[in-house]
């Protein structure tokens, strides 16, 4: 159940959520979960761009490992950032 | 919780000075804005009216982390979320003794570009809402601007250095002009990127297919957003704000032919007013996650005393301000969205959208407009529990609000001046070299600011990969994908006389456009049109208005009975016998 219904003394629902999922058609809710897939899916979108595809893949894979990475680094992440935004305004 | 939790600064009273009005006479006065027992107070003084004070803020610590400035070591300002905006040349030179407000038109001292350009297309309406200004039945005069004089307008927004990418058409009720679509289609016309009407449904929730042919016809046309007028889901609650029975269903079809239409942009306003329409807040993000496939977001906005005077008791029991409606919304969302990690002043992402436009060759919107003027917050579908939540789970926003300031002034300068190496050496010939090297050097920012994006991403998941195709391809179709079944929920606190601060007014975003008589266009910040303007320049652009208009749309007798709607007599709020 996403809420609870509260009927005041006029009569009014009124809900306290507790939960905030959609309830929509679940072929929306699809579309939402793959939206890129739902895009492409027509002829010429632009997310049939080969070369933005590997991009966005490789940088997919990055964060993937980034995550993983800032967990194992603990207390040292901020130092670690830092340092990558130092190397980041090079030459700026 | 916020990155001033245990600092010095939030033990400190809030203090300072600034500018208002008298709610009285309208003079301009000096104000206080002062802190008192965890909320924050507007205090003023006019020599002939006496003393007045307003609430600005429930949450002093809230207001206090909003206007909280980020020092470096040596104590210069490195960022705060006040921001200084472009501007335009100046439309007049402010020439009244008086100062702000009363040189609008839009005088030099304003410090912000126009983001949103408003048109009133009508004050006729097909409702009769008590605390409404745009009535042609009560002004007893029509104000609806012609199609060379809507052209005007447009004309004056567009021709700007930097013209707005949005316009908002407001009214009464825009769709109840028969040329409602052929205004659109100008809008589009005249380069609007996105084109907004403000509503009550009336066009679109016609029976018999007329609402679904309509709203069809405007989407081609090129109307892009509903700014749709919906204060609750109990039909108690329309009853009670615009004095007519049975509303919902009027309000559902709109949503059901928008979604048959294929329209799927609709941001749903409601009006919160203290003990009618509070209590539906919750419902209606229920509402708007139950129907996102259409609806992309909420706005609330706290009333605005306007049109009267208010004593002090009422102000005291009307008054409320944006953080009352984020403490609502944590209340009645369990704390999903809350007060301490959801919201933001909507000028947080100033440099980061000036970033954006620049990397992915699109227009900029400039949220340079006061922090006290509105949130927002942004939810998006979780992956792994497909349930709404703030985009803040993904992202460490502090972070990136931080880097992306510090990196848009390394880059800012190339903005304004491209590379001319090659023209340089080569003269003409060296245009086109550069015009490689300029692409060469977009591409490395690209990358070194996706990276900079990446340090400060929490979750895997769809959203990074849809802000990296937005700034690879800067194309519309990456846009609607980034906000397809997201949900952008704000609060917009509209001022007025009890509460204005010319300290807002004048980096307002917000402009009305009016075609006068003479020729000319004046612009204005919503909030001194509405609060000051408004009387005087409808009075020079007004015009007779028919007996046959006059009665088209008369809901104040209860002549006219819609089909499932019934009158409340006293044409507003339903008073208790
Ligand atoms: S609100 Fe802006 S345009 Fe109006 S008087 Fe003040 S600075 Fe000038
Ligand atoms: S719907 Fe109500 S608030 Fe909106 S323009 Fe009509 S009368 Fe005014």
């Known amino acids: ?92 | 919780m916020y990155h001033i939790d245990g600092t010095d600064y939030l033990k400190q009273k809030y203090y300072k000075k600034t500018r208002s009005i008298c709610p009285e006479c309208h003079e301009p006065i000096d104000a206080e804005i002062v802190e008192r027992e965890g909320e924050i107070w507007m205090q003023k003084e006019c020599p002939d009216h006496g003393y007045y004070e307003d609430k600005i803020s429930s949450s002093a610590k809230y207001y206090k982390w909003t206007h909280f400035k980020k020092k470096d070591k040596d104590g210069n300002v490195e960022w705060q979320f006040l921001k200084d905006g472009e501007t335009n040349p100046p439309d007049c030179i402010g020439d009244d003794p008086r100062g702000c407000p009363y040189n609008c038109g839009l005088c030099e001292k304003h410090i912000s570009t126009c983001s949103l350009a408003l048109i009133d297309l009508t004050n006729r309406c097909n409702f009769n809402c008590n605390f409404c200004y745009a009535n042609v039945k009560q002004a007893g005069y029509l104000v609806e601007p012609t199609l060379e004089e809507l052209d005007r307008i447009m004309e004056h927004f567009r021709s700007k250095p930097i013209p707005p990418p949005a316009i908002m058409f407001t009214g009464g009720e825009p769709t109840v002009r028969k040329d409602f679509p052929e205004i659109c289609k100008m809008a589009k016309d005249h380069g609007f990127k996105e084109v907004i009407v403000a509503t009550n449904g009336y066009g679109f929730q016609r029976k018999n297919g007329k609402g679904l042919e309509f709203t069809k016809e405007c989407m081609e046309k090129g109307l892009d957003t509903l700014y749709f007028q919906f204060d609750g889901i109990n039909n108690e609650t329309f009853e009670k704000t615009r004095g007519i029975k049975n509303l919902m269903s009027y309000k559902q079809r709109v949503i059901d032919n928008c979604r048959e239409a294929g329209l799927s942009s609709i941001v749903l306003v409601q009006t919160v007013v203290k003990g009618i329409t509070d209590i539906e807040v919750g419902n209606v993000i229920q509402y708007a996650i139950d129907n996102i496939d259409v609806v992309r977001g909420i706005t609330y906005q706290p009333v605005s005393l306007c049109g009267r005077s208010y004593s002090e008791d009422d102000l005291k029991e009307m008054r409320i301000t944006n953080a009352d409606v984020i403490k609502m919304v944590d209340e009645q969302t369990s704390g999903k969205i809350g007060i301490e990690n959801a919201w933001y002043p909507l000028t947080t992402i100033v440099e980061f959208g000036r970033i954006i436009a620049y990397l992915a060759d699109v227009e900029p919107v400039e949220f340079t407009c006061h922090p006290d003027c509105g949130f927002a917050t942004y939810m998006v579908v979780d992956p792994d529990t497909n349930e709404m939540v703030p985009i803040m789970d993904y992202f460490d926003p502090i972070k990136i609000v931080d880097f992306s300031n510090r990196f848009w002034d390394k880059i800012k300068h190339k903005e304004k001046e491209e590379i001319k190496f090659f023209e340089n050496i080569l003269g003409d010939f060296g245009k086109t070299l550069d015009k490689g090297v300029n692409w060469v050097d977009k591409q490395q920012l690209r990358a070194r600011f996706l990276a900079g994006m990446l340090q400060y991403t929490k979750k895997p998941g769809k959203l990074m990969e849809m802000f990296t195709r937005i700034l690879l391809n800067g194309e519309w179709e990456s846009i609607s994908a980034f906000t397809h079944g997201t949900l952008l929920i704000s609060s917009m606190h509209f001022q007025d006389a009890y509460n204005m601060n010319l300290e807002r007014t004048k980096r307002c975003i917000v402009h009305f456009g009016v075609a006068m008589p003479d020729g000319s266009v004046y612009e204005a910040p919503f909030c001194t049109m509405n609060t000051l303007h408004r009387p005087a320049i409808e009075k020079k652009v007004a015009k007779k208005a028919g007996t046959k208009v006059m009665e088209e749309f008369d809901t104040t007798k209860g002549e006219r009975v819609l089909p499932e709607q019934e009158v409340v007599h006293n044409g507003g709020t339903k008073k208790e016998e």
Not at chain 1, 38 to 59: A, Y
């Open chain 1, 1 to 92: 159940m996403s809420q609870e219904v509260i009927t005041t003394k006029d009569g009014l629902k009124v809900r306290k959520l507790v939960s905030l999922k959609p309830s929509t058609s679940e072929e929306y809710r699809e579309a939402i979960m793959h939206r890129v897939d739902h895009f492409s899916q027509k002829r010429d979108s632009v997310f049939n761009n080969m070369v933005e595809n590997i991009l966005v893949k490789g940088l997919e894979l990055i964060l993937e490992t980034k995550i993983r990475v800032d967990d194992l680094l603990g207390d040292q992440k901020e130092t670690v950032q830092d340092f990558i935004e130092k190397l980041l305004f090079i030459g700026l």
